[in-house]
Structures are given as structure tokens and as C-alpha cells.
């Protein structure tokens, strides 16, 4: 492979950005700053594989990163065993009667011919069968609901090591994508974007409200790590060495030893997906999905499977968002479903993409670094503006503490316009994918 | 008797009557969707947030004016305020149109060129509301609160439920209906109407007549900011003013403007009440309902609640994918996308 000069002009040039935050605010700022560019870049990843391998329109970033993140929660907390045992029963019959119903409905609709009558025995099959379910479910979150509801009143998870949950998570999404995809992947571009969008609500709206899955909004907060703690580190002899032959204060060591080791996993989680993903991308496979991407009915004309292979990249693509979901579960330390906003999950990273150059792994990355250093950034440089152009006002003008209070929203209005800017003068994003003809 | 008419009173208040102002909510927004679909052909992601900046600037007349003591009580001071909005609306719609999508349209660009632009515009839009206003619910009704109190009800009437009717409510019914005659008016006779009806159906053919795409493009985005003013408004008066919920408003819109066949404004404004009727109907609980109508023995323990309200949204959804897979074209057989 080439190296591309200006991939490493833009590269170097968020090396430099993000080495100026550390001399000029702090290092332990520059890293958080780093680690979050990492996750924001697996993100643009999965969603380029999805938009700019195959063209579909996926506006539900946001569910498929939420589900990566209950992994976290699912995989690595420990079980309550009270809450097994007060509904763990009644959650076994739930899931039979779940199957039960499914099997049922899907016996008699291979019965039945295929008709307005078949569609309507479908729905109220199906509404006897949410009832059904219910009588078990509801005495079963009920009762795992009311277990210590404080600190536990849910199933709590496997008690295994965290990093699991990171291709959990992504097997997680990929199962979700294979449902939604199976129902809205035959819709045009813009019906499929209305489909995610809703699905991605939907999924949020379990993730509050299921409180014996994940605790809903009362979140679930320390979970564990796969990196060591920072007071661990204070007190062990061999850091404490080094930060003395470094002259470096403990505490503050330790919290950017501690953002270095996830640095390094997840600079090392990045890695190995680009190094897959440009294979895929440069093997007989990813022409394909280049061709059906520019055109669907050439490629079918040649034999290729479209629907198959939309079905394909959609579930790839979503795995990946769902690792780097979990992944930032991970980071946070804490799942808070009620943190979770289309504007900074879904929508920010189709910014990243189409900044980054859609079609193009490289830009993806690189979008996602860009996009989010600004997006933080963004705060403090609106709050140094905003000051600097209110000063006239005078210290006790009300209008001037409004604008200052306010000043933080100004990068919503920063994303736009870097949106619409790139789209319209370079349309094909910071670092275009490369085309055999030019 | 008395139980069935207190069975059919308890569902008016709490089923009938929200979602009859819900659904004119919706529809409201949904005409100015699918108008746009019809001339522009994309799916328009900011219309959430063109709905908060016109209501945000309804409110900030609307506290000028309480503020200088003027007012039409028992009606809301919000509806002095309204052309105010209608008229920032259409003005931040004819900038945003002349700025960004006019290139797009001249270049004959892909709808989903469009759809990531008004993605774009959707992001400046929220920002500019939430630096001005700031991301808070705010409140702005003023005006009598009830057309029909509980107590009044009850007194007229001897029954032991009473009937509730806000005067948001009433008033959402009152100008939906004004502004949907109106339309259909405009849409039906006159010259500009007919003009932008047979764009919607046939680009080429219209423009073969002599239709000018300028004014067919002007007229559209004057009609869609102008309802989703009215909607914003009148949703902020009947619930509360939140720029995000706003934003969230979206995914019913974008429904009930599907369900009732995009391009098509009478099935948006089915596609309105549909989405609504159903969000409302299966979150109710019915066990008091059912109280009066069933000896007791018979009424199940629980609430009788079908789904609990927090998965509202799932309703538009479902409701939506239904329809895609049953009929794609929606009731009225619009456009498939």
C-alpha cells in the first residue's frame, strides 16, 4: 500500500493539536482527549462500513452503541443471586412462553396462504401472545425489581473480566442489526434512515426503563476495569520508582499511566480492525460492495446477491459501533442510559464519516479524531469567544452571563456548519476514497 | 347506565380529547413534511428543529408582550405572538434553502445529498435555540387554563367522572382546523396550489407547462415553516417547550407522514391522528375502565395497560414498519421513496 502524503499531513497535524492541549491545559486532558478520538474512530469505522462501503443510511448509531455498552454491565458485573432466585423461574417460563408464541405464529403463517387474512391472523396471534408473555414477565421484573432496589434490583451480569464484553458487545449488535436489517433493508435510503432512527429509540427506551435488565436510569456505576486503579498504583512499589526516577508527582502519574494503558488497548483494538477492514475493502469482496454501492442493478445483473450482502455489511458495520460502545462503557466506568443523545451518538459520528471522506477507512479515523478534538474543544474555545465578544457589555449585564452560560451549545451549531461546509466544497470528505479511474 | 356513561366520560378525558390535540399536533407537522417531500424530495431531518427556533421566537414575543401588559385573555398571548414566528420561521427556511439546498438542487444531487444537509441544518438549528433559549423546558401559556373544569362537569352533569377540556386543547382543534382549510383552500384553488400539485406529481410535465420551480419551491417552504410554527406553538402550549423534545417529535411526524402516504397532506393529516390515537390508546391504563363496565371479579389485577408510556415511541414505530411491510405506499397511496 501507498502511503498517502496528506493522510500523514492531516495525521501529524492532530499529533501536533492534541500535543498542544497537553503542553497548554494538561496531559491527563490531552489523553482523556486521545482515548475518546479512539472510541469516536472505531465508531466512524463500523458506521463507514455501512454508508460508505454499501451506501445504507443508518441514523441509529446510537442503539447498536447502546447495546455494546449493557454488554459491559451484562458481562462484567457480578450475579445477584437473590434476584435469581426471586425471578429467576418466572423468567425462565417468560423466555418459554416467548418461544412458545413465536412458534406458534410462525407454524400458522406456514399454514396459511399468503393474504390480507394470513396479515391479520399474524397481528392478533400476536397480541395474544405479548399477553401471554406478560402473565409471566411482569410478576418476574417485579419481583428482581424489588430485590435491595438501591443498589442491586437487577439480574446483575457474569462476573467476568470486562474486556469480553467488547466482542460481546459487538455479537450483541450484530444480532440487532440482524433483526432490524431483516425487517427495514429492503426500504429505500430514506425510510431505512427513519427505521434506525426508531429502532435506536426504542432500544434507548428498554435500556431506561428495563430496570431488572440494567437498572434502567439508576444507572449501574463502578464496574471493573481491565486496567489497574490509580490508588492500587499509589501504593506499589515498582510505580512508585518510577515516577520518582521521573520526577513525577504519584497521583498524578498514576491517572495518565492509567489513560495510557487504556490508550494502548484501544489503540491496539483500532489496529487490528483497520488492518481487516482494508483487507476486506481491497479484496474481490469489497469491490463488490463498491459496485453494488454505485450500482444495484449492474451488480445484480452480474449475479451478486444485494439484499444478502446489505444484510452482511449492516451487521458488520453494527458489530463494530457495538465494541466501541462498550468499549466507552468501559472507559466511563459506568453505564448511564439517560446519557445517551442521538445529537452525540449518532448524528456526530455520520459528521465524523462525511469530514473524514466516506468510503475511506483512513478519513473515517481521521474524522473521528478531528471531529471529536473540536467537538470538546469547542467548549472552551466558545467560552473564550463569547467572553471576548461580550466584554463590552460590562461585568453585570445580564445578556452577557446568558450568552456565556450558553456559550457550550455553540458547537452543535460549529458541527453543523463544518458539516454543510465540507459537503458542499469537499464533498467527498477530507480524505477521499481512491477509484480506480482517476 | 350511569357506569357506561361514566365509562365513555373517562375515556374522552383521559384517551379522546389528548389525542385529538395530539394528533392535530402531529398532523400540523406532518403537512409541512410532507410538502416538502412533495416539492423537494428528501426526507426533512430538521423540521423538529425548525419547529423549536419558530416556537422559540413565538415565546420570546410572547414574554415582550406579557411583559408590556398586552394580552387577549382568555386566550393566550402566544397567538398575538404567532405571525411574529410564522414570519422568522419562513425566513430562516427561504436562508437555509437559498444557502444550502438550492446548490444541491441545481446540481440534481442524490435525495440522500439532501437528507445529510438538512442534517446539518438540523445541528445549527439546535444550536442556535439552545444558545438563545438555553436546553430548558419553558413555559409561556397564560390565558384561561380550562374550557371545562372537572368540578363544572361534574355539577352539569351528576356523574362521578368529569370531563377536562384545556383550553390548549380546544384551541389546538380550533386552529388546526383553520389552518388546514386554508391550505387545502390554497392547495385547491388557486393558481400557485395547482401549480405546486402538479410539480409534486410530475416534475417534467410541470415544468413543460410553464410552472416556475422557483416559486413552486418558494411556496413550499412558506407553507411548511408556517405549520411547523402553528404545531411548535401549539404543542408548546398544550405540553411544555423543550428543545430536545422537539427534536425527539421527529419520529411520529416522520410516521404519520409515511402511514398516510408521503407527498400526500390529507394522509398526513390521517397519518397524524393514527399515530396519535394508538400512542395514547395502548399506554392508557384501562383498569378503571373496565371497572364500570365489568363486575369486578372480571377486572384483571394489574393497570390493564397494554404498554407502559415510556415506550411511546416504539408505538410510532411499530406502526410505521406495518405499514411499510403491508402497504409501502401508505394509506393514501403516496410516493414510495
Known amino acids: 500500500m501507498t502511503v498517502n502524503p496528506r493522510a500523514c499531513i492531516y495525521f501529524g497535524l492532530m499529533a501536533l493539536a492534541l500535543m498542544a492541549v497537553g503542553f497548554l491545559q494538561s496531559w491527563s486532558l490531552a489523553l482523556t482527549i486521545l482515548n475518546l478520538c479512539l472510541i469516536s474512530s472505531i465508531m466512524a469505522l463500523g458506521l463507514n462500513m455501512q454508508w460508505g462501503y454499501a451506501g445504507l443510511f443508518n441514523v441509529g448509531v446510537m442503539g447498536f452503541a447502546a447495546l455494546g455498552g449493557v454488554a459491559a454491565v451484562l458481562v462484567s458485573q457480578p450475579p445477584v443471586a437473590e434476584a435469581w432466585s426471586a425471578g429467576g423461574t418466572d423468567l425462565g417460563l417468560t423466555v418459554l412462553a416467548l418461544a412458545a408464541a413465536i412458534a406458534i405464529i410462525v407454524l400458522v403463517r406456514r399454514a396459511m396462504g399468503k393474504g390480507p387474512l394470513r396479515t391479520f391472523v399474524t397481528f392478533v396471534l400476536a397480541i395474544a401472545g405479548y399477553g401471554f408473555v406478560r402473565i409471566f414477565f411482569d410478576p418476574a421484573s417485579e419481583a428482581i425489581e424489588s430485590v435491595d432496589p438501591s443498589k442491586t434490583g437487577y439480574l446483575g451480569g457474569l462476573g467476568l473480566p470486562i474486556i469480553l464484553a467488547w466482542p460481546i458487545g459487538g455479537l450483541i449488535a450484530a444480532g440487532a442489526a440482524w433483526m432490524v436489517g431483516k425487517i427495514a433493508l429492503g426500504l429505500r ?79 491496539a483494538v483500532l489496529g487490528i480492525l483497520m488492518w481487516l477492514a482494508e483487507k476486506a475493502l481491497h479484496s474481490p469482496w469489497g469491490r463488490m460492495m463498491r459496485a453494488i454501492r454505485d450500482n444495484e442493478t449492474s451488480a445484480e445483473a452480474m449475479g451478486k446477491d444485494v439484499t444478502r450482502r446489505h444484510l452482511q455489511i449492516f451487521i458488520l458495520g453494527a458489530a463494530v459501533v457495538g465494541l466501541a460502545g462498550a468499549m466507552l462503557v468501559t472507559l466511563d466506568g459506568q453505564f448511564t442510559p439517560g446519557t445517551y443523545n442521538p445529537l452525540r451518538y449518532t448524528f456526530l459520528i455520520w459528521v465524523m464519516v462525511i469530514v473524514g471522506g466516506s468510503g475511506n477507512n483512513w478519513g473515517s479515523v481521521l474524522g473521528g479524531f478531528l471531529i471529536w478534538f473540536v467537538w470538546v474543544e469547542a467548549e472552551p474555545a466558545g467560552l473564550w469567544l463569547m467572553d471576548l465578544a461580550t466584554s463590552g457589555l460590562g461585568e453585570s449585564s445580564t445578556l452577557r452571563a446568558h450568552l456565556l452560560e450558553s456559550a457550550p451549545h455553540m458547537r452543535l451549531f460549529v458541527m453543523g456548519l463544518i458539516l454543510l461546509l465540507v459537503l458542499r466544497f469537499s464533498p467527498r470528505g477530507l480524505l477521499p476514497a481512491k477509484t480506480r479511474h482517476q | ?153 361534574r355539577e352539569w352533569t351528576g356523574l362521578k367522572e368529569g370531563l377536562a377540556i384545556k383550553m390548549s386543547q380546544a384551541l389546538t382543534l ?119 363496565l365489568l363486575p369486578a371479579e372480571w377486572v384483571p389485577d394489574g393497570l390493564v395497560q397494554f404498554l407502559s408510556t415510556d415506550y411511546k415511541f416504539a408505538i410510532s414505530f411499530v406502526i410505521l414498519v406495518v405499514v411499510l411491510l403491508v402497504r409501502p405506499t401508505g394509506v393514501f397511496r403516496g410516493k414510495v421513496i
Open chain 2, 1 to 153: 347506565m350511569d357506569d357506561i356513561l361514566n365509562a365513555i366520560v373517562l375515556l374522552t378525558n383521559f384517551v379522546i380529547v389528548p389525542a385529538l390535540a395530539y394528533g392535530a399536533q402531529l398532523a400540523l407537522g406532518a403537512l409541512g413534511v410532507t410538502i416538502i417531500f412533495g416539492i423537494l424530495r428528501f426526507a426533512n431531518f430538521a423540521h423538529g428543529d425548525l419547529m423549536a427556533f419558530a416556537t422559540m421566537v413565538v415565546i420570546l414575543v410572547t414574554w415582550v408582550l406579557q411583559d408590556a401588559g398586552i394580552g387577549i385573555a382568555p386566550l393566550p398571548t402566544a397567538l398575538i405572538a404567532l405571525p411574529v414566528g410564522i414570519l422568522a420561521a419562513i425566513a430562516i427556511s427561504l436562508f437555509t434553502d437559498r444557502c444550502v439546498y438550492r446548490f444541491y438542487r441545481q446540481k440534481k444531487s442524490a435525495p440522500v445529498i439532501f437528507v445529510i444537509a438538512s442534517i446539518g441544518v438540523m445541528f445549527m438549528m439546535n444550536g442556535i435555540v439552545r444558545v438563545i433559549i438555553g436546553p430548558d423546558d419553558q413555559s409561556f401559556g397564560d390565558g384561561a387554563r380550562f374550557l371545562i373544569q372537572v368540578t363544572q362537569f
Open chain 2, 174 to 292: 380550533g386552529v388546526a382546523v383553520i389552518a388546514v382549510a386554508a391550505l387545502f383552500w390554497f392547495m385547491q384553488r388557486t393558481r400557485a396550489g395547482k401549480a405546486m400539485r402538479a410539480y409534486s406529481d410530475n416534475e417534467d410535465l410541470a415544468l413543460l407547462s410553464g410552472v416556475n420551480p422557483d416559486r413552486v419551491v418558494f411556496y413550499a417552504w412558506v407553507i411548511a415553516a408556517t405549520l411547523a410554527t402553528i404545531a411548535g406553538t401549539l404543542y408548546g402550549l398544550d405540553k411544555s417547550f423543550k428543545p430536545f423534545t422537539y427534536f425527539q417529535l421527529l419520529l411520529p411526524i416522520f410516521a404519520a407522514a409515511i402511514v398516510g402516504g408521503i407527498g400526500q397532506p390529507l394522509g398526513a393529516i390521517v397519518g397524524g391522528f393514527i399515530v396519535a390515537f394508538s400512542e395514547v390508546t395502548i399506554t392508557y391504563a384501562y383498569r378503571k375502565f373496565l371497572l364500570y
Open chain 1, 189 to 267: 435510503a430514506d425510510y431505512l434512515a427513519i427505521a434506525t432512527l426508531g429502532i435506536s429509540e426504542i432500544v434507548l427506551a428498554m435500556l431506561k426503563h428495563e430496570d431488572w435488565l440494567s437498572r434502567g436510569v439508576k444507572n449501574v456505576t463502578g464496574l471493573s476495569r481491565p486496567v489497574p486503579y490509580e490508588i492500587e498504583l499509589q501504593t506499589t512499589d515498582w510505580f512508585l520508582g518510577l515516577t520518582e526516577s521521573l520526577g513525577a508527582a504519584p497521583i498524578e502519574a498514576s491517572s495518565v499511566f492509567v489513560k495510557i494503558c487504556y490508550a494502548l488497548l484501544f489503540v
